[in-house]
């Protein structure tokens, strides 16, 4: 039997735009999606997915998920009429949108089989293989979720002159974060088409809002160097205003937002997609973490406590 993992993730800014060159901000979290793949008799391969959900998840993506399986086993040169398996998912990670979870999926299902079948694939090809079953997920993927989920870490990723971008950012200790979930689960296909909508209405303010939150991501991995978290935090806000009249957040992310700097946080905004998924708010110091999540959970949202930047 073999098994892998891949790490949930948030993307503190550039959720929505690496595709057109923006710069991310992304961190792995510390949850987790384990897979495990084993021979059995018959023929083709059968799924048991036991990761919990945010209600109604798995069903809403479960024809995406097997399209996703089908294309990792097809890009591996895994033949389950001669070789079927049982693939099981598990894991500490929520199944929701906006934390990886397509991602975290496809790099521990990459991972299982890679073991289970001794192909030897390096953690480069690993990732390679996961972003092609992120296709069935995002039409095209932009590669951040996969990277994030596979390699750990904090990092900037920009896609640039058809390459990929990866700098690690060096932070001076973990900072808390929350993680709220909206309880809607939204479509990163059809938020790729809004997004696209939203250039051809009125394509000088489109460019103008983009190089606007490249300009942020920079100064964000700026502050988070310098340890100057309320700037962080200050921009992230901010970044959140934009997505709004874009059209990308939705009333429970803004409500949930709210709350959370109404406790304090110094920054908070969507992560992931939009139009749904989660939101993370700034929390740096436990005192500070646990005070947001009291406040978010007293309103019955499901609720992640992290940290950014932390050893995985």
């Not at 097809?74 to 998912?89: G, H, L, Q, S, W």
């Not at 998924?277 to 929390?283: P, Q, W």
Request: glycine share 12%; with cysteine; net charge negative.
């Amino acid at each position: 039997m073999g098994s892998g993992t891949g790490f949930g993730k948030t993307i503190l800014i550039g959720d929505q735009f690496v595709l057109r060159g923006v710069p991310a901000i992304v961190s792995s979290i510390p949850y987790e999606t384990v897979a495990t793949v084993e021979r059995i008799d018959g023929e083709g391969w059968i799924l048991e997915d036991n990761r919990v959900e945010v209600p109604g998840y798995k069903e809403q993506k479960k024809a995406k998920q097997i399209q996703s399986i089908n294309r990792i086993l097809e890009v591996m040169k895994i033949d389950v009429r001669k070789n079927p398996v049982k693939i099981t998912f598990g894991g500490t990670l929520l199944a929701g949108s906006g934390v990886g979870a397509s991602a975290a999926s496809c790099v521990s299902l990459a991972r299982a089989l890679n073991e289970e079948f001794g192909l030897g694939l390096s953690i480069d090809e690993i990732n390679q293989v996961a972003w092609e079953g992120e296709f069935a997920y995002h039409g095209t993927p932009s590669g951040v979720d996969n990277t994030a989920s596979c390699y750990g870490g904090l990092m900037l990723y920009q896609l640039k002159d058809d390459q990929k971008i990866i700098e690690r950012v060096q932070i001076a200790r973990p900072i808390e974060v929350v993680l709220a979930n909206s309880g809607v689960t939204a479509d990163t296909a059809a938020l790729n088409g809004l997004v696209e909508r939203e250039k051809e209405r009125d394509p000088a303010l489109f460019s103008k809002r983009l190089k606007t939150i490249a300009e942020q991501a920079l100064e964000v991995k700026k502050g988070l160097e310098a340890n100057d978290l309320k700037k962080v935090g200050g921009i992230l806000s901010e970044n959140h205003e934009i997505l709004i009249d874009m059209g990308l957040s939705h009333e429970k992310l803004i409500y949930l937002c709210d709350l959370a700097l109404e406790k304090g946080a110094l920054g908070a905004k969507l992560t992931g997609g939009g139009m749904g998924g989660y939101m993370v708010a700034l929390t740096p110091g436990k005192d500070l973490q646990e005070r947001v999540v009291t406040a978010i959970e007293k309103e019955g949202f499901a609720v992640i406590r992290a940290n950014v930047g932390g050893e995985v």
